[in-house]
């Protein structure tokens, strides 16, 4: 019930086809880099998901945070534009499961815009290195994993988005915090764990270090807080507003 | 009335909505990473570079190739929705007053906001490289016969951008289209600067002045002359019709 009205308020505002074309779009680097640039990713050897992987992932993951944080804060520029918020409160309905609604919507795009990507990749591996069989199993362990590691960065930007009333301070917190995570040294496991900063990592290279568990727990874990995080907000916020 | 009378109402405006914190922010950040690694920089041998011109380019690095473009965006997210809300650009269009001046009045505050930004970035880099300079015992302190010109030119070279993410959020009504089509826009400027194309792409110029201020400091990086020629034309162009397209357009929506 909730998700069809939160579904239906986005309908209007190019949300859907925002992350289709993003997708898209993200999905073009593969392509273009394989067209351009084909010896140099084929005489690498290995997996061809990884190859292609290690020579994108970079660039579409930073296209899919920076989607995200737009999409969040469309979301909530709807409420707040024309005080859809307070008609909202009237409403026999609990604002935790609005927030839940909201993160549910964004949750499935963003698994669409996944999955969109990973075909892409997918394709990109039949098509140029067509020596070797892709195996679909790594891929849909690869697409979950790179799903689970933005829950929490979807999460935090929802919670971002609805502390500000205006649109501008949340997307402009929202890219600066994409932008300290992007300069931040990776290569440090605390570091490379936060949200926004965790979907850069790729499962082999988390795999190899033998970190995948602690990688799943923690992004389970922040999700979790973040909600938590949330429901304290609202409360708080309904004594004040 | 006249064109400065209009920028300071456009400034008046946005007294209220806390951007400065928005332009201070990333500032301050990104010099935080260069003050915990300048002890790695004094160390580094393998290319022949200064420590304090590799610290100044590191610190600059992040902030070049993505906060000057962003920092854009958010600005023209800023003066759009504040008018849209409350219907207030039917308010302004109604008064006597060319809207082509209106829109450029409103340009003209874009470019203001990140010459601010400049400033401070300026200021937070001396004082986080004397804080080096004091825990490494090195100077990493350059004049400022270096560093005005410097930074000059990375906010010039973003000129061209400002125009475009103009025109993108004067023709796209729907703020997560123009918002993030101008933030997707930014992504590919580390491949582009690579290719010969980079002069049709306006987000790359700053990454690209810098790289080449980057080729002068560490020979064999990058190119260490900037190519003028394609590069000026170009971009005269593309700001000059992204503006005379914005003007044009400018509350066509609003009009109808």
Known sequence: ?241 | MNFFSLISIEIKKIRRSKIFLILLAPVILMWLPAIINSGKLTKIQDISILPAHNFFIQGFMGMVWFMIPATLIICTVLLTQTERLNHSILKMLSLPVNSGLLCLAKFTVLLILPAIQMFLSIGVYYLSAYISSRMQEYDFVLPLSYSLPAIGKFYLAALPAAAVFWMISTLIQTPIFSAGLSLAACVPSVLMINTDYWCLHPMSYPFYVLMIEYGKAAKGVYETSIDWLPWIPAAIIITGVCLIVSCAKFGYKERK
């Open chain 1, 1 to 241: 019930m909730v998700p069809k009205i939160e579904y239906k308020k986005l309908k209007r505002t190019g949300y859907v086809p925002a992350f289709l074309l993003a997708a898209l779009l993200a999905g073009a680097f593969p392509v273009v880099n394989m067209a351009v640039r084909k010896e140099s990713f084929l005489s690498l050897g290995g997996e061809p998901l990884s190859v292609l992987l290690n020579a994108n992932w970079q660039m579409m993951a930073m296209l899919n945070i920076l989607l995200i944080v737009c999409g969040a804060c469309m979301m909530y520029h709807t409420e707040y534009t024309d005080n859809g918020m307070q008609k909202m409160e009237l409403l026999p309905v609990r604002q935790t499961s609005l927030f839940l609604g909201k993160f549910l919507i964004a949750s499935i795009m963003t698994a669409v815009m996944l999955s969109i990507e990973f075909s892409v990749l997918a394709g990109c591996a039949v098509y140029w290195f067509s020596d070797s069989r892709l195996n679909p199993m790594i891929l849909i362990c690869h697409l979950s994993f790179s799903f689970i590691m933005l829950l929490p960065t979807i999460i935090l930007m929802l919670l971002i988005a609805q502390a500000f009333r205006n649109m501008w301070i949340s997307l402009g917190i929202g890219v600066i915090l994409v932008f300290t995570f992007s300069i931040l040294p990776q290569e440090q496991l605390f570091f490379a764990l936060c949200p926004f900063s965790a979907p850069y990592q790729l499962l082999d290279n988390v795999h190899a270090d033998g970190h995948v568990g602690l990688f799943l727990e923690i992004a389970a874990l922040e999700t979790l807080l973040f909600a938590l995080t949330e429901f304290i907000c609202l409360k708080i916020r309904r004594n004040f507003s």
